[in-house]
């Protein structure tokens, strides 16, 4: 069984190793973002104990065709649904708030028993949260993925999400 902190750790290295791709091609320059740490008990350059200063925005920002792109990267393991609670109050409000700048925002989500990968637009995101406040499904259904979710295939890179990108918000494919 994997840990609850590292339920996604293969799919965030997948993510990684492609925006070192990305990069290395001239594509893109995308960055995963680390959470501040304080460190409170070290011995030379070790750390030994530390706690999470603040909540981190989001795992992913960086530019894209002179845009701005934020994203969340979420991966569930065994169900075929995605519980919407698992993007947190703050990284939604972080993607709301760069959306509304004109940024590029959504969450790539895998569903690693189907061996599926779905970009959700935060547009997509953000109705489905609002229908939920308002009484409605707190889960999106993979059937919700393939209507309102572009896959993520294989092509220039291993996880080529950004020809998704190309799909949302360019009128031309990768």
Not at 83 to 93: A, N, T
Not at 94 to 101: R, T, V
Not at 135 to 153: H, P, Q, W, Y
Request: with cysteine; glycine share 6%.
């Amino acid at each position: 069984m994997v840990g609850q902190g590292n339920r996604g750790a293969a799919f965030e290295n997948l993510i990684n190793y492609t925006n070192e791709s990305y990069e290395h091609r001239g594509v893109a320059v995308i960055n995963k973002r680390s959470t501040p740490v304080k460190v409170t008990r070290s011995k030379g350059t070790k750390v030994l104990a530390g706690f999470f200063e603040a909540k981190s925005t989001v795992d992913y920002d960086g530019i894209y065709r002179g845009r701005a792109i934020f994203f969340e990267a979420k991966s569930i393991q065994e169900l075929d649904r995605f519980d919407l609670k698992r993007v947190e109050d703050h990284q939604y409000d972080h993607l709301d708030k760069c959306h509304k700048f004109g940024a590029l925002c959504f969450v790539l989500v895998e569903f690693r028993k189907q061996r599926k990968t779905y970009l959700l637009p935060f547009t997509a995101l953000r109705a489905y949260k609002v229908e939920a406040s308002r009484g409605g499904r707190k889960s999106m259904t993979l059937d919700n993925f393939e209507i309102d979710a572009f896959e993520v295939r294989t092509g220039r890179v291993p996880l080529d999400y950004l020809a998704a990108v190309d799909r949302v918000w360019f009128t031309e494919t990768a």
